[in-house]
């Protein structure tokens, strides 16, 4: 999972594994569907399909339908992995709500290196497994 993708920030992490999770079937997803799973506005959408679409993490077709591009495949699986780690962590440690834990999550994630995130994610790993203490 070491892949290393350019700097994203909690925002650009966010759509990527919203994303990743409403491309069922690679048909393409439409801007109302992205701006109605992260309850924001259209016009916030298509801001970020221009930065991800910039960044070639997304493609967007004529007909306004957005696919991930294979680096966007493959940072939104890395980035949903760590997410869910840490989301949980957050969760069950911090005894956060998961809205906050959520959000928290995506913040820590934006501010580290990959190999900082990954490395983190080992500890939670092994503290969940009872082979690191937290106290």
Do not use: W
Not at 42 to 54: D, E, G, N, Q
Not at 76 to 95: M, N, P, R
Not at 100 to 125: F, H, N, P, T, Y
Request: proline share 1%.
């Amino acid at each position: 999972m070491s892949e290393n993708y350019q700097t994203l920030t909690a925002s650009q992490i966010n759509y990527l594994i919203t994303l990743f999770h409403l491309n069922s079937g690679n048909v393409g997803i439409r801007c109302v569907d992205i701006a109605k799973a992260l309850e924001i506005t259209k016009p916030s959408v298509h801001t970020m399909m221009k930065t991800l679409t910039a960044m070639k993490l997304v493609r967007k077709t004529r007909y306004g339908n957005v696919f991930l591009s294979e680096d966007g495949i493959k940072a939104a699986q890395q980035y949903d992995g760590y997410y869910k780690t840490v989301i949980s962590y957050f969760e069950e440690y911090l005894c956060l709500s998961r809205k906050q834990a959520g959000r928290s999550a995506l913040a820590v994630l934006s501010e580290l290196s990959v190999e900082e995130i990954e490395c983190m994610c080992v500890k939670i790993d092994k503290t969940r497994e009872g082979i690191l203490d937290v106290s």
